[in-house]
């Protein structure tokens, strides 16, 4: 006898695949392209592991060249769950700079002479949050292991993603590449924290909060990166500022198309793999 269709319902709700079928169909209503379940290398463990969705958009001018082209990229883990996921935040160090969140991008072809990174922070979703989240926990067992394991297999994933880059359009094409490690959670979100001369912890529930996601292994090395973390709403809403992002970088590359030309920069130049903190 057929399983009926209300019980298959439910246990695709019980298991979060909704939820990730969801966030698919939300980048695509917004004309990203969106692969899921891809899989990247764990460096530690050196096995493939599976990033729920790697999603981007590419902005590009090819009617002169050099041709321009800007890239986003976002390595999305998703997450369900029925207790809240509860960060503890304190004040941005002014050594932090202004970055929203750790930033994975390849840079080829790309240097202060074309792109600044005050370029690139101008119009960068939650560039300056007053506060960023350095520990979490669960609710249930004060543990928050889904936390952990989401946020690392994101930020592995973009590590991953960044270090394949290669070159994907013309010999003599000016190209940019971002990689985000990005958080979706199906549930609800809380930050604690104190502000300046209170004694008196502060809860509220948020929407969005950037994550100072701290690691260290002998295959990676010292990690030091930010993370978003979303609720469903708050990404939905966040893709527009995304390719805004996005179209303010691609307007830089055009306007200093000359001065591109003048530099002589070309394949000869700077072609590496940086986070954006390790530049602030």
Not at 51 to 69: F, G, I, K
Not at 125 to 130: E, N, Q, S, V
Not at 266 to 272: A, E, N, Q
Request: glycine share 8%; charged share 25%.
């Amino acid at each position: 006898m057929p399983v009926p269709v209300e019980r298959i319902a439910e246990l695709v709700k019980k298991g979060g695949f909704e939820t990730e079928l969801k966030v698919a169909s939300t980048l695509s209503a917004a004309g990203w392209r969106v692969d899921q379940s891809v899989y990247y290398i764990d460096k530690d463990e050196m096995i493939g592991r599976e990033l729920d969705a790697y999603s981007y958009v590419v902005l590009e001018d090819t009617d002169n060249n050099p041709q321009v082209h800007c890239a986003v990229s976002l390595c999305i883990e998703v997450k369900k769950t029925s207790e809240p996921f509860i960060f503890f935040s304190s004040e941005r160090k002014d050594f932090e700079g202004g970055a929203g969140y750790g930033m994975f991008h390849w840079r080829h072809n790309v240097d202060s002479n074309v792109l600044s990174y005050k370029d690139i922070e101008r119009e960068k979703p939650l560039r300056a949050p007053k506060r960023i989240a350095r520990s979490y926990s669960g609710l249930k067992d004060g543990k928050g292991q889904q936390i952990k394991s989401a946020i690392l297999s994101a930020v592995k994933a973009a590590i991953h993603y960044t270090e394949e880059c290669n070159e994907r359009w013309a010999e003599g094409s000016r190209d940019i590449c971002f990689f985000i490690p990005v958080v979706v959670v199906d549930g609800d979100l809380y930050e604690c924290f104190f502000e300046k001369g209170s004694p008196d912890l502060k809860i509220e529930q948020v929407q969005s909060i950037v994550y100072l996601q701290n690691y260290m292994s002998p295959n990676y090395g010292q990690i030091r990166n930010k993370v978003y973390i979303y609720n469903q709403e708050a990404f939905k809403n966040s893709l527009g500022k995304y390719e805004a992002w996005a179209e303010s970088i691609l307007s830089v590359l055009q306007k200093s198309r000359s001065r591109m030309v003048g530099a002589g920069i070309g394949r000869g130049g700077v072609d590496s793999a940086i986070s954006a903190t390790d530049a602030e």
